[in-house]
């Protein structure tokens, strides 16, 4: 087993989320990718994965949002880190994202991606 930390990506788009798992391998971190809200926090839930931080896109079709879902994984772990990804909601996060959390607006270079995670993993949740 890998000693990389290991990401949960909540991405519905299967090309964008190919390119984030490229980008964290790149990184030095493993992604566990999902395809919806729902289908992640089963993931978090079951936790056999050890998943460490949460990398999720804001809009996920018809399912919970990417904001809710981190209200709800930080509901049972208050502090997890957050990484949202959004092309078109970047002004709601101020009021919808979580404490703590890290925007990045797409499109984005690659190395931002493990950048914004070796940030909250380095600091912890501080405010942005």
Same mark, same amino acid.
């Given at each position: 087993?890998?000693?990389?930390? &290991?990401?949960?990506?909540?991405?519905?788009?299967?090309?964008?989320?190919?390119?984030?798992?490229?980008?964290?391998?790149?990184?030095?971190?493993?992604?566990?990718?999902?395809?919806?809200?729902?289908?992640?926090?089963?993931?978090?839930?079951?936790?056999?994965?050890?998943?460490?931080?949460?990398?999720?896109?804001?809009?996920?079709?018809?399912?919970?949002?990417?904001?809710?879902?981190? &209200? *709800?994984?930080?509901?049972?772990?208050?502090?997890?880190?957050?990484?949202?990804?959004?092309?078109?909601?970047?002004?709601?996060?101020?009021? *919808?994202?979580?404490?703590?959390?890290?925007?990045?607006?797409?499109?984005?270079?690659?190395?931002?991606?493990?950048?914004?995670?070796?940030?909250?993993?380095?600091?912890?949740?501080?405010?942005?």
């Amino acid at each position: 087993m890998s000693d990389a930390v &290991r990401v949960l990506v909540v991405e519905d788009e299967a090309l964008i989320a190919s390119l984030v798992e490229d980008a964290l391998s790149d990184g030095g971190f493993e992604a566990c990718s999902v395809h919806s809200g729902e289908e992640a926090m089963c993931t978090f839930c079951d936790g056999r994965e050890g998943c460490r931080v949460l990398l999720t896109d804001i809009n996920l079709g018809d399912g919970i949002s990417g904001w809710e879902l981190a &209200r *709800q994984i930080r509901e049972i772990t208050p502090g997890f880190p957050v990484v949202y990804m959004t092309s078109a909601s970047a002004p709601d996060w101020q009021s *919808q994202g979580v404490d703590g959390s890290v925007l990045i607006q797409k499109p984005f270079a690659p190395a931002q991606l493990a950048a914004a995670v070796s940030q909250l993993l380095d600091t912890g949740a501080s405010p942005t």
